[in-house]
Structures are given as C-alpha cells and as structure tokens.
C-alpha cells in the first residue's frame, strides 16, 4: 500500500475509532466519549456535510410514547414477521429520549404552542451541531481520511485500521481498543443524493476481518427522481402526481389514493413516464416549496413548473442505503462477530427494524440515533476491559482486493482500470430488468460477469497516488457488495419486500429467517431461522437478543 514507511505515515492510538462521518458514526463517537475514553473519528469526506443526511431535510421514527404501540406495530407489519418488536420498541425508546440532547446541543426544532416538534431534521444544520458536539467532548476528527482496512490482533480481536489523507498525500493507522463501522451502506456511485461516498467500505473491510453479513438480497431499493436531473430522490413531492406516457395517457399509478410502490419500475419497462404534481392543493404545495426544497431545487434551477408542466421521471439505485442489507449484528450492543468491532447505522443490518422492506427516512434516522449509541458504549466497554496496553497489541492489516495482489509475487501485471470495474458492476447493478425484477437465470448471469471483475480487481492495484489507492479500493468494494447481494438473492427463493423473483412472485410463509452471507473468493450463505413466534402487536417480547437458530 502507498507509502508504507512509518516516517511517512501519521500514526495514532485511540480507545474507540470511529470510522464514518453521518449521524450514526457522530453519535457512536459522542456516546463512546461520553464513557470517558480516547476517541478518534475518521471521515472520507468532511464529518458535517458528506452523506445523505447532510444533503437535506429527513423524518424521524420518534413518536411521544402514547403513539409508541401503533408505530411499533405498524413498523412490524411492514416488516412481514422478520421484524423483530423489541429491537423495533428500544429504537423507538432510545431515539425518543435522545432528540432533547440535540436540543441542548444547540439545534431548534420547530415548535408548536410552544413545545418542540422533534419529528424531522434540517440535515446541514443537524450535522453542524453534531459536528460542533464531538469537537467539544474531545473528540479527535480525521476530514478527508477514508478507512481502507481494519487491523486484527493475534487473538482475532480489532485493533484499529488504516487508510489515506487526501490533503497530506500520505496513509494514516490508528490503533484502537475497539472500532465502529458506521460508515453507511452502498448506493453504487449511484449519484443519488449524499450517496457517492456510500461504496460499502465497511462492508468490505468487515468480512475481511472475519465478520458476516445478514438480509443483503435487500440492497436494491430505488427511488424516484426526476429524469433531467436523475440525483435528488426525495419522493414525497410525487405523492401528489399525475404520471403519463409519452402521448400524454394516464397511466394512474395510484392504489387506494397512494403512490403504488410497483408502478413505476413496471411503467419505465414499457416506456418514458412524465410526471405532472397538478393533484398538489396551494397547501400542499408551501409544504413541498419549504419543507421538501431540495427537490423543489431542481425544477426551479430549470426554470420548470411542476404544477402545469410534465417532466421525465425515473429511479435511481440507492441499494443498501434505503435497503437493509449490512453487517450482521450479534447482540444489544451492536457487536459482530468479530470481537471489539461494533456497526452502526446504514452500514449494519436493519433486518431487526425493517425485515426485508427498506427503513429509509424516519425509520433510518431513528436507526442512526440509537444504533450509534449503543455501539459507541459497547465499543467503549470493550476497549476498557483490555485495559492500558490494548494499543502495544501486535497487529496485521487484512485488507486484500485493491490494496494488495495475491499474485504479484508471482505473475506481475499492470495496474486493473478501477473506472472500468466500476462501470462493469454498475451495468449489472442499475438496470430494472436486472436487480429489481429478479429471476434465477439473471441473477446467475449476472454472478458470473461480477466473478470476472472480482478476478480483475485480484491484480495489481494502481496506488501512485492517495486517489489511486482510495480508488482502485473503492472498486473492489463495490465489486464485493453487489456479489453479495445477488448471491443472497439467488439464494432466497420467494418475492419478500423488497426482494422481487418473477420466477418465485409469492411470499412462502416457510422463509420466516435472516440470510447471513459472506466469504471473499468463495461466497456462502447460511439461512438464521427465526424461532420467536410471529408476535401479535402491540404485545412487545421481552427478551434480551434476537431468538435465532442456525442452520
């Protein structure tokens, strides 16, 4: 890896790092600091304003108590009995109770009779006050510092990870005690909004060192978006659209008077569909106007009016950040499988939360909030009990596609076009034909041209600069997740959520478990089976972890 000398590389020791910079990695940190340890955070971009929060406003899954048993139950419901009522109750509980501390840190949630609405974020200014948090605590934030490789102790346990400093044109290591992943999920450099730098990093880095991944045939959401400027993905303003066909024929899209999810990728197999928000009221169109202006900006910035005028609609991939799929959680605290690493937010598993549905918005942002605490204490927790000397722990880097060549030693060659590979799995992972209506021979189609890539970014990586190397990774990773996800859908054989099979359209009662997967040159998959009773809610279980059994 570039400059591998120690003269050249910053070098750091910590208690916990923290690895992302949206609202689950800047709780996680805050939470771990808040146990009184060393914390460090590293961010690819800058800790405030990359990621999709940052983008614009979201909702918040953060209902007052006396509405606590109807959210929990309908959150169950559109899980489809994988959901799990407990996790879905304390995310609830913890994000509740949270919301005041942002308050005190200084954002303003707008108030009603003169009580805070804490139902929703203005993203800029909610990372700012996070931001400005963290640094008050003491926490120690890298910019620009991407997070290439975890570090293992001998004993399998993390030890820190490594990566590269844009500014400084140099790598950095930090030895930590313990390490959260919460450096979101992966979009596919999709560029959906906030989304370019989720490219499943964490995901990678956490099977390397051991760790599994669970629900990943439920990385293919997409999200509406105008055509002409295929970025903002904010739907809410299409609640209130007529859609046509390119002659200007009704296509409806509407069932029950709401947007049918199914509609569209139908609609856009046979043809262009328009959008026209003529069905907006003059109330309806001061919320979208002032509450929703990032997707008011693009129509504005083209001079459009959306109320009178058609505009070309599409969807755009958002894959595991809307999805679900993400690094399999192992107990309360957000641990995995490997010890004293801890995930948070997009980049862990929300099955718990969501099933197979996607959890995006309200549900996701309530993940983040809680999510992140628990992992910052776990991880706290755990740097503690290794006592003073966890950092003189000798340790190995295990990142290996894009970092390091297995056959370099061996059969030198040039550098593999990271541009290349990345465009090689987006023609695999984009197309509606391909990763939202599924079938057996597609998927396997599909597996074996994402095989050839993964053989490519097994050669030689192009590392003359920090973009290089932080490229030439990016590339292996998205290589990695998109086989994941497909393998796992190959794997689940019925249509659940957000996991479509033409060739299996029905959900089988019998599927009633978690796919865990993983592996790197040999990918497995192994059914987790749900052993707890399908609930009845609002009756809330009371155990203490997710009852699972392995197969």
């Not at 509450?291 to 693009?298: D, M, Q, T």
Request: aromatic share 8%.
């Amino acid at each position: 890896m570039l400059t591998t000398h120690s003269e050249n590389e910053l070098q750091l020791t910590a208690d916990v790092l923290v690895i992302g910079g949206g609202p689950a990695a800047a709780w996680a940190a805050w939470a771990a600091a808040s146990q009184g340890v060393k914390v460090i955070i590293v961010d690819k971009g800058f800790l405030g304003t990359s990621g999709a929060a940052a983008a614009s406003g979201n909702g918040i899954m953060a209902p007052s108590p006396e509405n606590w048993d109807k959210v929990v139950s309908e959150r169950y419901r559109v899980g489809k009995n994988l959901a799990n009522l407990r996790w879905i109750e304390r995310v609830i509980e913890k994000t509740w109770l949270s919301l005041p501390l942002v308050e005190d840190w200084g954002y303003r949630f707008p108030k009603e009779n003169g009580e805070s609405v804490r139902q929703s974020y203005y993203g800029p200014e909610y990372m700012r006050v996070l931001r400005k948090n963290l640094l008050r605590v003491g926490v120690q934030i890298l910019d620009q510092s991407p997070a290439l490789e975890l570090l293992l102790a001998d004993d399998g346990s993390v030890a820190g990870a490594r990566g590269v400093q844009r500014q400084h044109h140099r790598t950095y290591l930090v030895r930590a005690g313990a390490v959260v992943l919460a450096n979101g999920g992966c979009a596919f450099l999709s560029k959906a909004l906030g989304c370019n730098t989720n490219t499943g990093d964490g995901l990678l880095m956490a099977v390397e060192a051991g760790g599994e991944l669970s629900s990943m045939e439920a990385s293919n959401h997409y999200a509406i978006s105008t055509a002409f400027n295929a970025t903002v993905t904010r739907g809410v303003p299409f609640g209130w659209a007529s859609f046509s066909d390119e002659a200007g024929n009704d296509l409806g899209g509407y069932v029950n008077g709401r947007r049918d999810p199914s509609f569209l990728p139908n609609a856009l197999l046979k043809g262009p569909v328009y959008a026209r928000l003529d069905r907006a009221t003059p109330e309806v169109k001061a919320v979208i106007e002032k509450s929703h202006f990032i997707a008011y900006l693009p129509y504005k910035k083209a001079d459009i009016d959306p109320y009178t005028e058609r505009v070309p609609v599409t969807l755009v991939l958002e894959g595991t950040v809307r999805g679900t799929g993400g690094i399999r959680l192992t107990d309360d605290s957000c641990g995995t499988k490997v010890p004293g690493l801890y995930a948070a937010g997009d980049a862990a598993s929300r099955e718990f939360l969501a099933g197979l549905a996607s959890g995006g918005g309200g549900p996701n942002a309530a993940w983040a909030i809680s999510t992140g605490q628990w992992a910052g204490v776990g991880a706290a927790a755990f740097a503690k009990s290794l006592g003073a000397h966890a950092n003189e722990r000798v340790a190995r880097p295990t990142g290996q596609a894009g970092l390091r060549s297995p056959q370099a030693d061996k059969t030198p060659s040039s550098a593999f076009d990271s541009e290349a590979i990345v465009r090689g799995v987006q023609n695999e992972m984009f197309p509606l034909e391909k990763n939202h209506f599924r079938s057996e021979q597609q998927l396997l189609d599909s597996l074996s041209k994402l095989e050839k890539l993964w053989e490519q970014v097994q050669a030689n990586p192009k590392q003359d600069t920090v973009r290089d190397v932080e490229f030439s990774r990016r590339a292996a990773a998205l290589t990695a997740v998109a086989r994941w996800g497909y393998f796992s859908a190959l794997h689940r054989t019925e249509t659940r959520s957000e996991h479509i099979r033409v060739d299996y359209p029905e959900t089988d009662p019998n599927q009633r478990y978690y796919q865990a997967t993983g592996g790197l040159e040999r990918l497995w998959v192994r059914r987790d089976w749900i052993a707890d009773e399908i609930a009845t809610p609002p009756v809330l279980t009371t155990q203490t972890t997710p009852s699972v059994s392995k197969l």
